[in-house]
């Protein structure tokens, strides 16, 4: 059963950093591609990042564009992202999902009816 697990989330002032963890259990994560995404309250799941499985290609939201960087270590089974100069607007339930790796993933990689199986989320909050 694959499962996948977020963690680093919290309450963080506006401009600081904040890394994000995903732990991928049940099955090796290099047979994964894995995305980002982040969900406001009432606002729709929207993509953050994503990184082929075996991290030669990256892709990013326009939101977090030129300040976040998606990595993955297959060897220890995580996947990561970093978001540099936070603001308010980055507050959200952010979640790792993950996807057979495919080479269509760089046309579907950043929507989310792409992705078989998901996190719980993890909450961060950005203070102005």
């Known amino acids: 059963q694959v499962q996948l697990a977020e963690s680093g989330g919290g309450l963080v002032q506006a401009g600081a950093s904040l890394r994000l963890a995903c732990a991928v259990s049940g099955r090796a994560l290099s047979t994964f591609d894995m995305g980002w995404f982040r969900q406001a309250p009432g606002k729709e799941r929207v993509f953050v990042a994503a990184?082929?499985?075996?991290?030669?290609?990256?892709y990013y939201g326009d939101s977090v564009k030129g300040r976040s960087t998606v990595s993955r270590d297959n060897a220890k089974n995580m996947l990561y992202l970093s978001v540099d100069r936070l603001k308010a607007e980055d507050t959200a339930v952010y979640y790792c999902?993950?996807?057979?790796?495919?080479?269509?993933?760089?046309?579907?990689?950043?929507?989310?009816?792409?992705?078989?199986?998901w996190g719980q989320g993890t909450q961060v909050t950005v203070s102005s």
């Open positions: 999902a993950a996807t057979s790796r495919d080479t269509t993933f760089y046309e579907r990689a950043n929507r989310h009816a792409s992705y078989d199986y």
């Open positions: 990184i082929n499985w075996r991290s030669t290609s990256t």
